[in-house]
């Protein structure tokens, strides 16, 4: 018996029961749908995270002072979690870094020289807050960042207009800005902003800078929560680190450090010789140690949770496929009693258990699929209005859709048997004469 | 083995509900043989064992005991899917209720034993088209069953007996549920069927007048069988 003989056996009982069908259809279509929308949310969702910290610099290496996990040493610290009570006088108050704990341009300096071959640029910051830039009746919100000169090229600031802080700039103290193209536009228009002197204002203080240059502005900025108005975006204005110690009044030496490597390093080990070289500056500190890490590791981290994530979800959503497919197994088992007679007119022409088996598997196959097509298309509608929702760009994936089409089969396959294998198995004689 | 013998039963048993309280013989010693090309009738009352008879003939059912042996196949031996392929190929079907199947026109219920024989699709149209023509139903071919008037249906349903070209025909009461004139007129295509296309024809009724049309008459009577005599026509 051929396979377009029994599509269209299946087709013409599937029209001629619409209602049904269509019902039966809407419980596939919505269990696919959810799945296919659930999972494009996530995907999309994890793209952009993923996205969003690679743009942050994905190949770099962090190095940060952090307090000493355990008190005396790190074996220790399972067991204080095992036995809190007993040793709670050993869990120590959280410390204050000190000058002493921070790590000094001189050490800095001595590591670079030491891994000439590993070490491309270092990237050093302050953060010193935001601020709002005025001139008459034009403003700009800006965030300011003390920052070394290796701070442009670690973290991919392109200067599209003068040039970046110097190392000169730094030992000087200059009172040198590098603002974002943004700000230029708002502050001077078309007038050219580098050489300009520009007012921040911070609280009661008014500082006075120099542009020196101006860079070029992220554009896929992930603007979560209210929408901001484009002049009220805050951007980012780059100065000397020393000018933005002196500014904050903070002490020498820094609590953290971000190292682009070179191409071809294995980070891997690169980070845990980086790791045993801070060790040895900090093996008398009971208190602090530096802990190196890459963002590398952060993402794989987070990449899986929000797969993870979207993965649970989707599962929950294929909860309603089961459903759908009890529903489809429901009315197999209806139409079947219905078409009693039927079965065995086929029975006593000379139909095989298996034709008849094959013709109402078919069918339910047919009603899988369909609901199948239609959810994949809802879904991905669902999916790119959540994403639009949520401010992420929608990425529909071919693998979740051809796994959702493969899925629906199997569905149509698994609940359609056991009523296909009730009608095949019917005698025909009994069939004959249900009324 | 003779083989001018289309059918021949030897002590065929049928019993229900074996080993049950209830257990219910329903064909005694049946033996029954039928030449080829001949067309014969089994009458009897209602009860008498004629359904079982015929369910046994049609290779819809196995007996209990006994051989039987339809156009030299001997049945029983054969599971499940080579009394599908008998069926199929060897047994024309004639119901009074008609039995074609709903929502599927007169031609494609005449195809539907060649589908299941595997027929490719322009041979069995051609043959289905043609059969429909035979009994008159050309004009009818696309019309689906509740388009079509009692005497219509089982000529539709004559053609699709005739679809694989079977050892036999076996009508179960053909006119029970026509008028006398269209029962007529289905008796005519019989008849025609015996004698232009030399078809081996068994008629299961309960009407004597019928099956004195037939050349050998069967009596049953609580599953024996209790007289053979010559129809009178």
Avoid at chain 2, 5 to 14: A, E, G, P, T, W
């Amino acid at each position: 018996m051929d396979m377009f003989e029994n599509l269209s056996l299946a087709i013409g009982s599937l029209k001629a029961n619409k209602m049904r069908t269509l019902l039966t259809l809407l419980g596939i279509v919505i269990g696919i749908a959810s799945v296919i929308g659930i999972m494009t949310v996530g995907s999309s969702m994890t793209d952009s995270i993923l996205g969003a910290i690679q743009g942050m610099g994905a190949g770099n290496i962090t190095a940060s002072v952090q307090q000493r996990s355990g008190e005396e040493d790190d074996g220790d610290f399972a067991a204080d979690a095992v036995l809190p009570g007993g040793r709670s006088e050993s869990i120590s108050v959280q410390a204050t870094p000190t000058i002493s704990d921070r790590v000094t341009d001189q050490m800095i300096s001595d590591f670079r020289e030491n891994f000439p071959d590993q070490i491309e640029n270092i990237s050093l910051s302050e953060s010193v807050g935001s601020g709002q830039v005025k001139d008459g009746r034009k403003y700009a919100n800006v965030s300011v960042t003390g920052t070394n000169s290796g701070y442009g090229a670690v973290n991919d600031i392109k200067i599209v207009n003068g040039r970046y802080i110097k190392d000169a700039d730094i030992s000087a103290s200059r009172n040198v800005a590098v603002v974002s193209d943004k700000f230029a536009k708002s502050i001077f228009g078309s007038q050219e902003p580098v050489g300009e002197q520009i007012k921040i204002y911070q609280g009661e203080q008014i500082y006075v800078y120099a542009v020196i240059g101006v860079y070029e502005s992220e554009t896929s900025n992930i603007v979560m929560g209210a929408p901001v108005a484009e002049k009220d975006i805050r951007t980012n204005l780059y100065i000397p680190v020393s000018a933005a110690k002196s500014w904050n009044g903070s002490e020498s030496g820094y609590m953290s450090f971000t190292i682009r490597t070179r191409v071809g390093v294995d980070t891997d080990a690169f980070l845990a010789q980086a790791q045993s070289y801070f060790d040895r500056y900090y093996a008398r500190n009971q208190n602090f140690e530096v802990s190196v890490s890459s963002m590398e590791s952060l993402m794989n981290a987070i990449g899986s949770i929000l797969d993870a994530l979207s993965l649970g979800l989707a599962m929950i959503a294929a909860i309603s496929l089961i459903v759908g497919g009890v529903g489809i197994m429901n009315i197999l088992l209806v139409s079947i009693t219905e078409r009693t007679k039927e079965i065995g007119i086929r029975k006593a022409l000379g139909a095989k258990n298996a034709a008849i088996r094959v013709q109402f598997i078919t069918e339910s196959i047919i009603i899988c699929l369909i609901g199948g097509v239609i959810g994949i298309v809802g879904g991905i509608g669902l999916g790119l209005i959540g994403s639009q929702i949520l401010g992420f760009q929608a990425h529909p994936s071919v693998f979740t859709i051809l796994l959702a089409l493969g899925v629906s089969m199997l569905i149509g396959i698994f609940f359609g048997y056991y009523p296909a294998n009730k009608a095949a198995r019917m005698d025909p004689i009994e069939a004959l004469r249900y009324e | 083995m003779n083989s001018e013998n289309m059918i021949l039963m030897q002590d065929i048993v049928k019993r229900f509900f074996i080993g049950c309280p209830n257990e219910l013989q329903v064909l005694d010693h049946i033996g029954l043989d039928v030449r080829a090309g001949e067309f014969v009738s089994i009458v009897g009352e209602s009860g008498s064992g004629k359904s079982t008879l015929m369910n046994i003939i049609g290779a819809l059912d196995r007996p209990t005991e006994g051989e039987y042996i339809l156009d030299g196949v001997d049945m029983g031996t054969l599971d499940d899917n080579k009394l599908s392929d008998i069926r199929n190929a060897k047994v024309g079907f004639v119901f009074q209720t008609f039995n074609l199947v709903p929502r599927t026109t007169a031609l494609k219920n005449v195809e539907l034993p060649m589908l299941y024989a595997g027929v490719s699709r322009t041979k069995r149209t051609a043959r289905a088209k043609e059969l429909l023509r035979l009994v008159g139903m050309e004009e009818r071919m696309t019309h689906m069953p509740n388009e079509l008037s009692g005497g219509q249906k089982q000529r539709v349903a004559i053609a699709r007996a005739m679809a694989n070209d079977p050892a036999i025909i076996l009508a179960d009461e053909p006119t029970g549920a026509l008028d006398s004139v269209t029962g007529r007129l289905v008796m005519d295509i019989f008849h025609s069927l015996h004698k232009e296309s030399g078809k081996t024809i068994v008629l299961i009724t309960h009407s004597q007048e019928l099956a004195e049309e037939t050349e050998r008459i069967i009596s049953l009577k609580d599953g024996r069988i209790t007289g053979v005599r010559k129809g009178s026509n």
